[in-house]
């Protein structure tokens, strides 16, 4: 069965701080992977990922995805309180139609 | 230009009912995909609507039955309400495959009591 988990499940950090947020996966018959970021309802895109060791950036967000240890990172440098948010982690096989979500990271950046 | 719309924003229903819950795509999107999203949980797949059929479901059981309209416009259909149904339900557009294109709606708030 494909599995999404992401760590840590919940992050406090001050104004300032940079943090690193993981997700491991096992899906079978991979095609890309995603980073949502959820306010309060709807979850925006961040990035999707498809190759392996290939950085994507957004201003103070950046993430990178691993294709052979199965994994991605998504770092914040600079935190600011508007990041405060649960992140997800989501993969997509060739398999089918469907995203495969983590259980998300909850950041909270404290003034 | 709109984005995805959800109908209701909030909904409490008594355990047995049905509910009806309503999505509208955004514009130029031709592909509807449902997800259960229980609190402290990562969305799951109940199923995803291309020209007006059934592409896939994922494990859900049959309570769970939608419909999309010749206007991309979709529907979730919801019987015999348990209390573990109780749930932010969020409807995704995209045009075609392209799951990097998903938008999301902001979804439904229901309860069941």
């Known amino acids: 069965e494909d599995k999404v988990v992401q760590s840590p499940l919940s992050l406090v950090v001050h104004e300032g701080d940079t943090v690193t947020l993981n997700c491991s996966y096992e899906v079978t018959n991979f095609r890309s992977l995603l980073w949502y970021k959820q306010e309060k309802k709807a979850p925006t895109f961040l990035f999707m990922l498809t190759s392996s060791g290939i950085e994507k950036k957004s201003g103070r967000l950046s993430s990178i995805l691993d294709k052979k240890e199965l994994f991605s990172i998504l770092n914040i440098t600079a935190t600011q309180t508007g990041d405060s948010a649960v992140y997800l982690c989501a993969v997509a096989s060739n398999s089918g139609y469907a995203l495969n979500f983590g259980k998300g990271t909850s950041l909270l950046v404290t003034p | 230009d709109a984005g995805v719309t959800q109908s209701p924003t909030h909904l409490i229903k008594t355990r047995g009912q049905q509910v009806t819950l309503r999505c509208s795509p955004k514009?130029?999107?031709?592909?509807v995909s449902w997800y259960q999203q229980a609190l402290g949980q990562g969305p799951q797949f109940i199923f995803q609507?291309?020209?007006?059929?059934?592409?896939q479901r994922g494990n859900f059981p049959d309570r769970f039955s939608g419909h999309q309209f010749p206007n991309y416009s979709s529907e979730l259909n919801v019987n015999a309400l348990l209390l573990g149904d109780s749930a932010l339900y969020l409807c995704?557009?995209?045009?075609?495959?392209?799951?990097?294109?998903?938008?999301f709606g902001s979804g439904t708030r229901l309860t069941v009591v």
């Open positions: 514009s130029g999107h031709d592909t």
């Open positions: 995704a557009s995209s045009l075609g495959t392209r799951v990097g294109g998903y938008t």
């Open positions: 609507y291309y020209e007006e059929e059934e592409r």
